[in-house]
Protein backbone atom coordinates (compact mmCIF):
# COMPACT_ATOMS: atom_id res chain seq x y z
CA UNK A 1 0.00 0.00 0.00
CA UNK A 2 2.95 2.47 0.72
CA UNK A 3 3.74 2.89 -2.87
CA UNK A 4 0.31 3.20 -4.41
CA UNK A 5 0.40 5.58 -1.82
CA UNK A 6 3.04 7.41 -2.27
CA UNK A 7 2.13 7.56 -5.75
CA UNK A 8 -1.42 9.09 -5.50
CA UNK A 9 -1.66 10.73 -2.41
CA UNK A 10 1.42 12.87 -1.96
CA UNK A 11 -0.16 15.47 -3.58
CA UNK A 12 -2.48 18.63 -2.95
CA UNK A 13 -5.98 18.25 -4.02
CA UNK A 14 -6.42 20.40 -6.82
CA UNK A 15 -8.35 23.61 -5.96
CA UNK A 16 -12.25 23.54 -6.27
CA UNK A 17 -13.10 27.23 -8.49
CA UNK A 18 -16.51 28.12 -7.90
CA UNK A 19 -17.74 32.27 -7.56
CA UNK A 20 -19.66 33.09 -4.52
CA UNK A 21 -22.62 34.46 -6.48
CA UNK A 22 -22.60 31.15 -8.14
CA UNK A 23 -25.41 28.38 -6.91
CA UNK A 24 -24.03 25.20 -7.02
CA UNK A 25 -26.01 22.44 -7.49
CA UNK A 26 -25.50 18.50 -6.84
CA UNK A 27 -24.69 17.54 -10.24
CA UNK A 28 -21.53 20.34 -10.76
CA UNK A 29 -20.47 18.25 -8.02
CA UNK A 30 -19.72 15.23 -9.67
CA UNK A 31 -17.54 17.00 -11.83
CA UNK A 32 -15.54 19.04 -9.55
CA UNK A 33 -11.81 18.18 -9.70
CA UNK A 34 -11.37 18.44 -6.20
CA UNK A 35 -14.26 16.18 -5.18
CA UNK A 36 -13.40 13.54 -7.99
CA UNK A 37 -9.59 13.80 -6.88
CA UNK A 38 -11.59 12.60 -3.49
CA UNK A 39 -13.24 9.86 -5.08
CA UNK A 40 -10.04 8.48 -6.75
CA UNK A 41 -8.11 8.64 -3.25
CA UNK A 42 -10.96 6.78 -1.36
CA UNK A 43 -10.84 3.65 -3.83
CA UNK A 44 -6.87 3.93 -3.47
CA UNK A 45 -7.16 3.22 0.28
CA UNK A 46 -10.22 0.99 -0.09
CA UNK A 47 -7.74 -2.18 0.36
CA UNK A 48 -6.58 -1.04 4.00
CA UNK A 49 -8.81 -3.27 6.51
CA UNK A 50 -9.17 -0.54 8.87
CA UNK A 51 -11.08 1.55 6.76
CA UNK A 52 -14.81 2.28 8.68
CA UNK A 53 -17.70 0.78 6.76
CA UNK A 54 -20.55 3.29 7.99
CA UNK A 55 -18.12 5.74 10.03
CA UNK A 56 -17.09 8.55 7.89
CA UNK A 57 -13.39 8.67 8.00
CA UNK A 58 -11.14 11.52 5.18
CA UNK A 59 -10.91 10.92 2.15
CA UNK A 60 -7.27 10.68 2.65
CA UNK A 61 -4.66 11.87 4.98
CA UNK A 62 -5.02 13.70 8.13
CA UNK A 63 -8.68 14.92 10.00
CA UNK A 64 -8.88 16.30 13.38
CA UNK A 65 -11.85 17.62 15.05
CA UNK A 66 -15.13 17.62 13.58
CA UNK A 67 -16.49 21.23 13.46
CA UNK A 68 -19.31 22.98 12.60
CA UNK A 69 -21.96 20.94 12.57
CA UNK A 70 -25.76 21.89 11.67
CA UNK A 71 -28.30 21.25 9.63
CA UNK A 72 -29.03 23.70 6.39
CA UNK A 73 -31.42 23.74 3.41
CA UNK A 74 -32.42 19.82 3.76
CA UNK A 75 -29.00 18.49 4.32
CA UNK A 76 -26.42 17.88 7.56
CA UNK A 77 -23.11 19.42 6.98
CA UNK A 78 -20.03 18.08 9.12
CA UNK A 79 -16.96 20.13 8.98
CA UNK A 80 -13.52 18.95 10.08
CA UNK A 81 -10.15 19.88 10.68
CA UNK A 82 -7.72 18.48 7.41
CA UNK A 83 -4.66 18.26 6.81
CA UNK A 84 -5.34 17.88 2.70
CA UNK A 85 -1.30 17.21 2.01
CA UNK A 86 -0.47 14.77 5.29
CA UNK A 87 0.82 16.01 8.64
CA UNK A 88 3.10 18.55 8.02
CA UNK A 89 0.62 20.31 5.79
CA UNK A 90 -1.53 23.19 7.36
CA UNK A 91 -5.13 22.59 9.08
CA UNK A 92 -8.27 23.31 6.44
CA UNK A 93 -11.73 23.12 6.83
CA UNK A 94 -12.90 19.48 5.58
CA UNK A 95 -16.14 19.25 4.38
CA UNK A 96 -18.83 16.72 3.76
CA UNK A 97 -22.68 16.62 3.53
CA UNK A 98 -25.85 13.90 4.37
CA UNK A 99 -29.26 13.54 4.05
CA UNK A 100 -29.42 11.43 6.92
CA UNK A 101 -26.48 11.43 9.04
CA UNK A 102 -25.54 8.22 7.81
CA UNK A 103 -24.51 8.13 4.84
CA UNK A 104 -21.97 10.66 3.66
CA UNK A 105 -20.94 13.25 0.26
CA UNK A 106 -17.42 14.43 0.27
CA UNK A 107 -17.50 18.10 -0.78
CA UNK A 108 -15.11 20.52 -1.45
CA UNK A 109 -12.48 22.19 0.91
CA UNK A 110 -14.80 24.81 2.63
CA UNK A 111 -12.07 27.34 4.18
CA UNK A 112 -8.42 27.50 3.50
CA UNK A 113 -5.75 29.57 5.62
CA UNK A 114 -4.82 32.89 4.07
CA UNK A 115 -4.09 36.01 6.31
CA UNK A 116 -3.95 32.81 9.61
CA UNK A 117 -1.85 30.04 9.85
CA UNK A 118 -4.79 27.55 10.09
CA UNK A 119 -8.15 27.38 10.23
CA UNK A 120 -8.38 25.15 13.66
CA UNK A 121 -11.76 24.45 14.86
CA UNK A 122 -15.20 26.00 15.67
CA UNK A 123 -18.97 25.74 15.45
CA UNK A 124 -21.58 27.26 13.27
CA UNK A 125 -25.23 29.43 13.53
CA UNK A 126 -27.62 28.70 10.81
CA UNK A 127 -30.07 31.78 10.46
CA UNK A 128 -32.83 31.82 7.89
CA UNK A 129 -30.55 33.57 4.83
CA UNK A 130 -27.33 32.09 5.72
CA UNK A 131 -24.49 30.18 7.77
CA UNK A 132 -22.25 31.77 10.08
CA UNK A 133 -18.88 29.90 11.04
CA UNK A 134 -16.74 30.68 13.85
CA UNK A 135 -13.14 29.27 13.65
CA UNK A 136 -9.65 30.34 15.30
CA UNK A 137 -7.37 31.20 13.09
CA UNK A 138 -3.77 30.05 14.74
CA UNK A 139 -1.21 32.96 15.37
CA UNK A 140 -4.28 35.27 14.56
CA UNK A 141 -7.35 34.54 16.28
CA UNK A 142 -10.97 33.67 16.35
CA UNK A 143 -12.45 34.67 12.96
CA UNK A 144 -15.80 34.50 11.27
CA UNK A 145 -16.95 33.13 7.11
CA UNK A 146 -20.38 33.14 6.18
CA UNK A 147 -22.95 31.41 3.80
CA UNK A 148 -25.59 31.86 1.67
CA UNK A 149 -25.37 28.86 -0.79
CA UNK A 150 -27.78 25.83 -0.91
CA UNK A 151 -24.70 23.46 -0.61
CA UNK A 152 -22.63 25.26 1.53
CA UNK A 153 -19.84 25.18 -0.65
CA UNK A 154 -18.47 28.91 -0.79
CA UNK A 155 -17.65 30.97 1.63
CA UNK A 156 -16.88 34.61 1.84
CA UNK A 157 -14.66 35.41 5.20
CA UNK A 158 -15.17 38.35 7.46
CA UNK A 159 -13.11 41.24 6.15
CA UNK A 160 -12.24 42.65 9.59
CA UNK A 161 -10.66 39.21 10.46
CA UNK A 162 -9.74 38.64 13.29
CA UNK A 163 -12.56 40.38 14.52
CA UNK A 164 -11.52 38.56 17.98
CA UNK A 165 -7.27 38.32 18.54
CA UNK A 166 -5.49 37.68 20.15
CA UNK A 167 -3.62 39.97 22.60
CA UNK A 168 -0.84 39.85 25.46
CA UNK A 169 -1.90 38.05 28.35
CA UNK A 170 -0.87 37.51 32.04
CA UNK A 171 0.59 34.59 33.67
CA UNK A 172 -2.35 33.77 35.12
CA UNK A 173 -4.54 33.88 31.57
CA UNK A 174 -5.87 37.43 31.59
CA UNK A 175 -7.35 39.91 29.94
CA UNK A 176 -8.27 36.82 28.02
CA UNK A 177 -6.64 33.59 25.92
CA UNK A 178 -8.74 32.23 22.65
CA UNK A 179 -9.33 29.56 20.92
CA UNK A 180 -11.71 26.85 19.33
CA UNK A 181 -15.12 28.97 19.85
CA UNK A 182 -18.66 28.99 19.16
CA UNK A 183 -21.27 30.97 18.64
CA UNK A 184 -25.43 31.45 19.59
CA UNK A 185 -27.60 34.35 19.47
CA UNK A 186 -29.78 36.01 21.86
CA UNK A 187 -32.17 38.84 20.54
CA UNK A 188 -30.30 41.04 18.93
CA UNK A 189 -26.58 39.87 20.34
CA UNK A 190 -24.50 37.26 18.82
CA UNK A 191 -22.19 35.63 21.71
CA UNK A 192 -19.43 33.83 21.26
CA UNK A 193 -17.72 31.04 23.57
CA UNK A 194 -13.80 30.83 23.28
CA UNK A 195 -12.51 27.72 25.53
CA UNK A 196 -9.20 28.27 26.98
CA UNK A 197 -7.15 27.62 30.59
CA UNK A 198 -5.62 30.03 33.09
CA UNK A 199 -3.45 29.87 36.06
CA UNK A 200 -0.81 27.33 34.99
CA UNK A 201 0.75 25.02 32.34
CA UNK A 202 -1.62 23.81 30.16
CA UNK A 203 -2.22 19.66 30.76
CA UNK A 204 -0.26 20.27 33.75
CA UNK A 205 -1.85 22.40 36.51
CA UNK A 206 -3.70 25.25 34.58
CA UNK A 207 -7.76 25.40 35.65
CA UNK A 208 -10.49 24.92 32.90
CA UNK A 209 -11.58 28.78 31.89
CA UNK A 210 -14.23 29.88 29.22
CA UNK A 211 -14.57 33.34 27.73
CA UNK A 212 -17.82 35.03 26.12
CA UNK A 213 -17.92 37.64 23.85
CA UNK A 214 -20.95 39.21 21.99
CA UNK A 215 -21.41 41.76 19.04
CA UNK A 216 -24.36 42.64 16.95
CA UNK A 217 -22.55 42.59 13.71
CA UNK A 218 -20.36 40.04 13.73
CA UNK A 219 -17.63 42.15 12.93
CA UNK A 220 -16.87 44.53 16.55
CA UNK A 221 -16.93 41.79 20.19
CA UNK A 222 -17.17 43.26 23.48
CA UNK A 223 -15.47 40.68 25.89
CA UNK A 224 -17.79 40.16 28.85
CA UNK A 225 -15.50 37.80 31.42
CA UNK A 226 -15.35 34.72 31.98
CA UNK A 227 -18.32 32.77 31.42
CA UNK A 228 -17.56 29.52 33.27
CA UNK A 229 -15.30 30.81 36.35
CA UNK A 230 -13.92 28.09 36.88
CA UNK A 231 -13.33 24.09 36.31
CA UNK A 232 -13.54 23.27 39.96
CA UNK A 233 -15.51 19.72 38.54
CA UNK A 234 -12.45 19.26 36.73
CA UNK A 235 -8.94 18.00 37.41
CA UNK A 236 -6.03 20.27 38.10
CA UNK A 237 -4.44 20.68 34.27
CA UNK A 238 -7.64 20.61 31.92
CA UNK A 239 -8.46 23.49 29.42
CA UNK A 240 -11.96 24.13 28.01
CA UNK A 241 -11.69 23.40 24.67
CA UNK A 242 -13.84 23.42 21.83
CA UNK A 243 -16.70 24.60 23.57
CA UNK A 244 -20.46 23.61 22.51
CA UNK A 245 -23.35 25.49 24.47
CA UNK A 246 -26.72 24.55 23.88
CA UNK A 247 -29.70 24.45 25.48
CA UNK A 248 -31.23 21.33 27.07
CA UNK A 249 -34.39 20.17 28.53
CA UNK A 250 -36.42 22.53 30.72
CA UNK A 251 -34.31 25.39 31.85
CA UNK A 252 -30.68 23.98 31.24
CA UNK A 253 -27.71 24.41 29.47
CA UNK A 254 -25.67 21.57 27.95
CA UNK A 255 -21.80 22.34 27.96
CA UNK A 256 -19.65 20.50 25.89
CA UNK A 257 -15.93 20.67 25.59
CA UNK A 258 -12.66 18.61 25.59
CA UNK A 259 -9.53 18.85 27.39
CA UNK A 260 -6.19 18.72 26.47
CA UNK A 261 -5.45 15.77 29.57
CA UNK A 262 -8.37 14.05 29.19
CA UNK A 263 -10.97 14.74 26.45
CA UNK A 264 -13.90 15.15 26.32
CA UNK A 265 -16.86 15.43 28.83
CA UNK A 266 -19.98 17.83 29.42
CA UNK A 267 -21.52 20.30 32.34
CA UNK A 268 -24.91 20.65 32.58
CA UNK A 269 -26.11 23.65 34.36
CA UNK A 270 -28.11 27.32 34.67
CA UNK A 271 -27.15 29.70 32.84
CA UNK A 272 -27.79 33.53 33.70
CA UNK A 273 -28.87 35.60 30.49
CA UNK A 274 -28.66 38.59 32.49
CA UNK A 275 -25.11 38.50 34.12
CA UNK A 276 -23.33 35.59 31.36
CA UNK A 277 -22.44 33.32 33.68
CA UNK A 278 -22.94 29.36 33.39
CA UNK A 279 -23.53 27.54 37.02
CA UNK A 280 -22.56 23.70 36.32
CA UNK A 281 -24.62 21.20 38.70
CA UNK A 282 -23.10 17.90 36.77
CA UNK A 283 -20.09 17.42 35.43
CA UNK A 284 -19.72 13.75 33.08
CA UNK A 285 -17.28 12.63 30.74
CA UNK A 286 -17.55 10.68 27.09
CA UNK A 287 -13.90 9.58 27.46
CA UNK A 288 -11.97 7.86 30.30
CA UNK A 289 -8.36 6.59 29.16
CA UNK A 290 -5.17 8.50 27.35
CA UNK A 291 -6.20 11.13 25.06
CA UNK A 292 -5.25 9.99 21.84
CA UNK A 293 -4.61 6.17 21.88
CA UNK A 294 -7.45 4.82 20.06
CA UNK A 295 -9.99 7.27 22.07
CA UNK A 296 -12.76 9.63 21.99
CA UNK A 297 -11.89 13.36 21.09
CA UNK A 298 -12.97 16.58 20.62
CA UNK A 299 -17.08 17.50 19.99
CA UNK A 300 -19.26 19.32 17.51
CA UNK A 301 -23.03 19.56 18.17
CA UNK A 302 -25.91 21.34 16.61
CA UNK A 303 -30.23 21.22 17.64
CA UNK A 304 -31.37 19.41 14.31
CA UNK A 305 -34.84 20.22 12.17
CA UNK A 306 -36.63 17.83 14.77
CA UNK A 307 -34.79 19.69 17.59
CA UNK A 308 -32.79 17.22 19.02
CA UNK A 309 -29.44 17.74 20.62
CA UNK A 310 -26.84 16.04 17.96
CA UNK A 311 -23.30 15.13 18.50
CA UNK A 312 -20.38 14.01 16.58
CA UNK A 313 -16.61 13.20 17.91
CA UNK A 314 -12.94 12.87 16.51
CA UNK A 315 -11.93 9.22 17.04
CA UNK A 316 -8.26 8.78 17.47
CA UNK A 317 -5.72 6.07 15.77
CA UNK A 318 -3.88 4.00 18.08
CA UNK A 319 -1.34 2.10 14.60
CA UNK A 320 0.79 4.06 12.95
CA UNK A 321 0.09 6.56 9.98
CA UNK A 322 -1.30 4.52 7.02
CA UNK A 323 -2.17 7.29 4.44
CA UNK A 324 -5.09 8.75 6.30
CA UNK A 325 -5.89 8.87 9.76
CA UNK A 326 -9.24 9.14 12.82
CA UNK A 327 -12.25 8.23 12.43
CA UNK A 328 -15.54 10.41 13.10
CA UNK A 329 -17.79 8.48 15.79
CA UNK A 330 -21.43 7.52 14.85
CA UNK A 331 -23.86 10.57 15.27
CA UNK A 332 -25.30 10.76 18.96
CA UNK A 333 -28.94 11.82 19.97
CA UNK A 334 -28.16 13.87 23.52
CA UNK A 335 -30.78 14.79 25.97
CA UNK A 336 -32.12 14.77 29.79
CA UNK A 337 -33.79 11.75 31.18
CA UNK A 338 -36.28 11.65 33.58
CA UNK A 339 -34.00 11.76 36.36
CA UNK A 340 -32.25 15.36 35.14
CA UNK A 341 -28.80 13.14 33.80
CA UNK A 342 -27.38 12.99 30.27
CA UNK A 343 -28.75 10.56 27.98
CA UNK A 344 -26.75 9.13 24.98
CA UNK A 345 -28.49 7.50 22.32
CA UNK A 346 -27.73 6.34 18.80
CA UNK A 347 -29.33 8.31 15.95
CA UNK A 348 -32.33 6.55 14.73
CA UNK A 349 -31.31 7.11 11.10
CA UNK A 350 -28.45 4.20 11.69
CA UNK A 351 -31.16 1.67 11.22
CA UNK A 352 -31.11 1.75 7.98
CA UNK A 353 -28.01 0.18 7.45
CA UNK A 354 -29.16 -3.24 8.67
CA UNK A 355 -29.93 -6.28 7.01
CA UNK A 356 -29.62 -9.92 7.45
CA UNK A 357 -31.32 -10.09 10.78
CA UNK A 358 -30.13 -12.92 13.39
CA UNK A 359 -32.16 -13.47 16.65
CA UNK A 360 -31.32 -15.48 20.13
CA UNK A 361 -33.56 -15.36 23.50
CA UNK A 362 -33.25 -17.27 26.81
CA UNK A 363 -29.83 -18.61 27.12
CA UNK A 364 -28.23 -19.25 30.45
CA UNK A 365 -24.41 -18.31 30.62
CA UNK A 366 -22.93 -20.50 33.33
CA UNK A 367 -20.69 -19.01 35.95
CA UNK A 368 -17.28 -19.04 34.56
CA UNK A 369 -17.81 -19.83 30.92
CA UNK A 370 -17.60 -18.79 27.61
CA UNK A 371 -20.15 -19.42 25.28
CA UNK A 372 -19.35 -18.78 21.22
CA UNK A 373 -22.82 -18.09 19.52
CA UNK A 374 -23.09 -20.08 16.14
CA UNK A 375 -24.26 -17.93 13.37
CA UNK A 376 -23.79 -14.33 14.98
CA UNK A 377 -20.33 -12.78 13.36
CA UNK A 378 -18.85 -10.21 11.69
CA UNK A 379 -16.53 -7.03 11.67
CA UNK A 380 -19.08 -4.68 9.64
CA UNK A 381 -22.27 -5.15 12.46
CA UNK A 382 -24.70 -4.26 15.24
CA UNK A 383 -25.40 -6.38 18.24
CA UNK A 384 -28.50 -5.55 20.75
CA UNK A 385 -28.43 -7.49 23.21
CA UNK A 386 -30.46 -7.81 26.83
CA UNK A 387 -28.79 -9.13 29.50
CA UNK A 388 -29.74 -10.34 33.46
CA UNK A 389 -26.26 -10.31 35.03
CA UNK A 390 -27.87 -12.49 36.83
CA UNK A 391 -25.29 -13.61 40.31
CA UNK A 392 -22.19 -12.59 38.23
CA UNK A 393 -19.78 -10.03 38.86
CA UNK A 394 -19.25 -9.47 35.53
CA UNK A 395 -20.87 -10.48 32.33
CA UNK A 396 -20.63 -9.61 28.59
CA UNK A 397 -19.56 -10.32 25.13
CA UNK A 398 -16.21 -11.09 23.20
CA UNK A 399 -16.64 -9.18 19.87
CA UNK A 400 -14.27 -9.52 16.69
CA UNK A 401 -12.88 -13.18 18.57
CA UNK A 402 -10.50 -15.80 16.20
CA UNK A 403 -11.46 -19.16 15.50
CA UNK A 404 -8.75 -19.94 18.02
CA UNK A 405 -9.60 -17.01 20.25
CA UNK A 406 -6.46 -15.53 20.70
CA UNK A 407 -7.55 -12.35 18.93
CA UNK A 408 -10.58 -11.15 20.73
CA UNK A 409 -12.11 -7.85 22.13
CA UNK A 410 -14.04 -7.76 25.37
CA UNK A 411 -16.84 -5.85 26.16
CA UNK A 412 -18.04 -5.84 29.79
CA UNK A 413 -20.58 -4.59 32.90
CA UNK A 414 -18.84 -5.08 36.23
CA UNK A 415 -20.76 -4.75 39.47
CA UNK A 416 -18.52 -4.21 42.43
CA UNK A 417 -19.97 -3.40 45.88
CA UNK A 418 -17.73 -2.57 48.82
CA UNK A 419 -18.58 -1.10 52.18
CA UNK A 420 -17.73 2.65 50.56
CA UNK A 421 -19.67 2.62 47.69
CA UNK A 422 -21.17 0.97 44.71
CA UNK A 423 -19.03 1.20 41.58
CA UNK A 424 -20.53 -0.61 38.80
CA UNK A 425 -18.79 -0.10 35.07
CA UNK A 426 -19.07 -0.59 31.57
CA UNK A 427 -15.69 -1.56 29.80
CA UNK A 428 -13.99 -2.23 26.46
CA UNK A 429 -10.60 -4.01 26.65
CA UNK A 430 -8.95 -4.04 23.69
CA UNK A 431 -5.73 -6.35 25.31
CA UNK A 432 -6.32 -8.79 23.10
CA UNK A 433 -7.84 -7.63 20.36
CA UNK A 434 -4.71 -7.81 18.05
CA UNK A 435 -1.25 -9.83 17.66
CA UNK A 436 -0.30 -6.90 15.59
CA UNK A 437 3.25 -5.78 16.79
CA UNK A 438 3.00 -1.89 16.28
CA UNK A 439 -0.24 -1.38 18.08
CA UNK A 440 0.06 1.02 20.72
CA UNK A 441 -0.90 0.02 24.75
CA UNK A 442 -3.76 0.83 25.49
CA UNK A 443 -5.50 0.13 28.66
CA UNK A 444 -9.53 -1.00 29.06
CA UNK A 445 -11.74 1.76 28.33
CA UNK A 446 -13.67 2.10 31.88
CA UNK A 447 -16.97 4.08 32.70
CA UNK A 448 -19.52 4.19 35.42
CA UNK A 449 -22.93 2.21 34.66
CA UNK A 450 -25.41 2.44 37.27
CA UNK A 451 -28.36 0.03 36.99
CA UNK A 452 -31.35 -0.16 38.94
CA UNK A 453 -32.53 -3.47 41.59
CA UNK A 454 -34.52 -5.22 38.41
CA UNK A 455 -33.37 -3.15 35.68
CA UNK A 456 -31.31 -5.24 32.20
CA UNK A 457 -28.04 -4.65 30.84
CA UNK A 458 -28.95 -3.08 27.50
CA UNK A 459 -26.05 -2.81 25.22
CA UNK A 460 -26.39 -1.69 21.48
CA UNK A 461 -23.22 -2.41 20.08
CA UNK A 462 -21.70 -1.17 16.65
CA UNK A 463 -18.39 -3.32 15.24
CA UNK A 464 -17.20 -1.44 11.85
CA UNK A 465 -13.62 -3.18 11.68
CA UNK A 466 -11.46 -0.51 13.26
CA UNK A 467 -13.93 0.75 15.85
CA UNK A 468 -16.52 -0.56 18.77
CA UNK A 469 -18.96 2.04 20.26
CA UNK A 470 -20.89 0.58 23.18
CA UNK A 471 -24.20 2.04 23.64
CA UNK A 472 -25.84 0.81 27.54
CA UNK A 473 -29.39 1.92 28.60
CA UNK A 474 -29.22 5.18 27.45
CA UNK A 475 -26.85 5.76 30.31
CA UNK A 476 -23.43 5.51 28.81
CA UNK A 477 -21.41 5.35 25.82
CA UNK A 478 -17.88 4.08 25.47
CA UNK A 479 -16.01 3.94 22.26
CA UNK A 480 -12.39 2.11 21.36
CA UNK A 481 -10.15 1.89 18.41
CA UNK A 482 -9.25 -1.81 17.58
CA UNK A 483 -7.28 -3.70 15.27
CA UNK A 484 -7.39 -7.14 14.66
CA UNK A 485 -4.82 -8.91 12.55
CA UNK A 486 -6.83 -12.00 11.69
CA UNK A 487 -8.88 -11.61 8.94
CA UNK A 488 -11.28 -14.53 10.64
CA UNK A 489 -11.46 -12.73 14.09
CA UNK A 490 -15.20 -12.32 13.34
CA UNK A 491 -16.38 -14.60 16.12
CA UNK A 492 -18.66 -13.82 18.81
CA UNK A 493 -19.35 -14.94 22.38
CA UNK A 494 -21.22 -14.19 25.58
CA UNK A 495 -19.36 -14.96 29.34
CA UNK A 496 -19.86 -14.58 33.28
CA UNK A 497 -17.81 -14.39 35.98
CA UNK A 498 -18.28 -15.25 39.63
CA UNK A 499 -22.01 -16.22 39.21
CA UNK A 500 -24.72 -17.58 36.78
CA UNK A 501 -26.37 -14.82 33.93
CA UNK A 502 -28.96 -15.16 31.48
CA UNK A 503 -29.01 -13.59 27.90
CA UNK A 504 -32.44 -12.53 27.47
CA UNK A 505 -32.39 -11.70 23.60
CA UNK A 506 -30.24 -10.62 21.23
CA UNK A 507 -30.40 -9.51 17.82
CA UNK A 508 -27.83 -9.16 15.25
CA UNK A 509 -27.82 -6.88 11.96
CA UNK A 510 -25.32 -7.09 9.41
CA UNK A 511 -24.84 -3.24 8.38
CA UNK A 512 -24.53 -2.16 4.71
CA UNK A 513 -21.63 0.06 3.87
CA UNK A 514 -21.84 3.74 2.79
CA UNK A 515 -18.92 3.88 0.66
CA UNK A 516 -19.41 2.76 -2.59
CA UNK A 517 -15.76 1.35 -2.67
CA UNK A 518 -15.99 -0.50 -0.34
CA UNK A 519 -19.63 -2.11 -1.14
Known sequence: MESILDNKLNSLPPKSDYSHSKLIGLNDLDKDPQVVYFTEARNTLASDPYRPAFHFSPPQNVMNDPNGLCHWNGYYHLFYQYRPGGHNDVVHWGHAMSSDMVSWNDMPIALYPETEKDCFSGQSLVEDNRVIAIYHGTESGNAIATSTDPLLVTWIKNPHNPVIPIVPVDSTGYPYRVFDPCIWKEGEYYYSLSGTYRNGERSVDCEAVDHIFRSKDLSTWEYLGSMLESGFLTEPGEDGAVPNFLPIGSGKHLFLFFSHKRASQYFIGEYDEATHKFHPEIHGRMNYGPLTVGRLHAPSATIDKSGRIVSIYNVKESIEYRGWSDIMSLPRVLSLSSEGALSIEPVEEINSLRSKQIDISNKDIPANEIVDLKGVSGNQIEINIK?????????????????????????????????????????????????????????????????????????????????????????????????????????????????????????????????????
Not at 439 to 449: F, M, N, Q, R, Y
Open 387 to 519: LDPGEASECGLYVLQSPDKQERTRISFMRTTNRWSKTDTLQIDASESSKRKDILASPPETGPLFLGPDEPLNLQIYVDRSIVEVFANGKQCLTLRVYPDNEASQGVSIFARGGRASLLSLTKWDMKSIWSELI
